[in-house]
């Protein structure tokens, strides 16, 4: 059974930092791609930062300077450094990750999973 897990969500005041992590238990290769979306309940998900394996890391206008992906393969685990926090950084944060994982002693690769979500609240 794979399952992803976020933790570090929280209430900070306006330029501070939390950091969120996201990491992938079970049978699992390899981490393909992970991301962070956030997103308010009745509004459009908005992506805020990933990375594919061996690729870049990429981040939404809005994090640049701010916000740093740090990967951990090792652990099939990410994280997500939240700097300079804003206010307008509210939302809930969902992580999601691409994987390669053995399922039943098949290998499946390009599997989609999705974390519970987790609450980031700045207060200004």
Not at 60 to 78: C, E, H, L, P, Q
Not at 98 to 117: A, E, H, Q
């Amino acid at each position: 059974q794979v399952e992803l897990v976020e933790s570090g969500g929280g209430s900070v005041q306006a330029g501070g930092s939390l950091r969120l992590s996201c990491a992938a238990s079970g049978s699992i290769i390899r981490i393909q791609a992970m991301r962070w979306y956030r997103q308010t309940p009745g509004k459009q998900r908005e992506l805020v930062a990933g990375f594919v394996r061996g690729g870049n890391l990429d981040y939404a206008d809005s994090v640049k300077g701010r916000f740093t992906i740090f990967r951990d393969y090792a652990n099939n685990a990410a994280y997500l450094q939240m700097n300079s926090l804003k206010p307008e950084d509210t939302d809930y944060y969902y992580c999601n990750a691409v994987l390669d994982i053995v399922d039943s002693g098949t290998y499946r690769y390009g599997m989609d999973y999705w974390g519970k979500g987790t609450l980031v609240t700045v207060s200004s």
